[in-house]
Nanobody, 119 residues
Framework: QVQLVESGGGLVQPGGSLRLACTAL????????MDWYRQAEGMRREWISS???????NYADSVKGRFTISKDDARDTVYLQMNSLKPEDTAMYFC?????????????WGQGTQVTVSS
């Protein structure tokens, strides 16, 4: 059974940093691409970053230059380092599987971790 567990969210002041983690159970991150999405209250879910199974990364314009996605295959964990945080980054952050070798493993989602940027 596939399970994704996000952690690392919290309350941070504008300009601060957080590192989110997404630990995968039942799937290895070296066999899937992994994406981060976020959803602010009352807003649509927004894709913000992805990392392929080979380590290729992509970012939404809204986070490019501030956020960095990475992964540790040995720990089956994907990270999202978030720097220079802004109030508009406040949202629930989710990770998901994508482009897996086994298509049946695509589109699993974690429960999310809340990030609040406020002074």
């Amino acid at each position: 059974q596939v399970q994704l567990v996000e952690s690392g969210g919290g309350l941070v002041q504008p300009g601060g940093s957080l590192r989110l983690a997404c630990t995968a159970l039942g799937v290895t991150v070296n066999s899937c691409g992994m994406d981060w999405y976020r959803q602010a209250e009352g807003m649509r879910r927004e894709w913000i970053s992805s990392i392929s199974m080979y380590g290729r990364t992509n970012y939404a314009d809204s986070v490019k230059g501030r956020f960095t996605i990475s992964k540790d295959d040995a720990r089956d964990t994907v990270y999202l380092q978030m720097n220079s945080l802004k109030p508009e980054d406040t949202a629930m952050y989710f990770c998901t599987t994508d482009s897996c070798d086994d298509r049946r493993l695509n589109n699993y989602w974690g429960q999310g971790t809340q990030v609040t940027v406020s002074s």
